[in-house]
Nanobody
């Protein structure tokens, strides 16, 4: 059984910062990419940022220059540092990991339960 547990969400004022964490645990052979997605009411889930196992990153245009994704491979953990937050960043943020549970099993995506980020004065 694989679990992805997010933490770090909350309420912050515009211009403020938050740091999200997501730890993967359970039966894990290897993790390829990890990432963050978000979904606000009435909208589809969208990519925020991803990071490969060797540190390659990809960001949505809306967060470039404000958000930074990083990971600790030894801890199977991915982070999202969010600075200069805007009200439009308000959403439920979901952690994603593309991983294998065994060497001979095809990798697939796993999701966390989501953590709420609200940017409001």
């Amino acid at each position: 059984q694989v679990q992805l547990v997010e933490s770090g969400g909350g309420l912050v004022q515009p211009g403020g910062s938050l740091r999200l964490s997501c730890a993967a645990s359970g039966r894990i052979f290897s993790i390829n990419s990890m990432g963050w997605y978000r979904q606000s009411p009435g909208k589809e889930r969208e990519l925020v940022a991803t990071i490969t196992s060797d540190g390659g990153t990809n960001y949505a245009d809306s967060v470039k220059g404000r958000f930074t994704i990083s990971r600790d491979n030894a801890k199977n953990t991915v982070y999202l540092q969010m600075n200069s937050l805007k009200p439009e960043d308000t959403a439920v943020y979901y952690c994603n990991a593309d991983l294998r549970v065994l060497a001979f099993v095809r990798a697939r995506a796993y999701w966390g339960q989501g953590t709420q980020v609200t940017v409001s004065s």
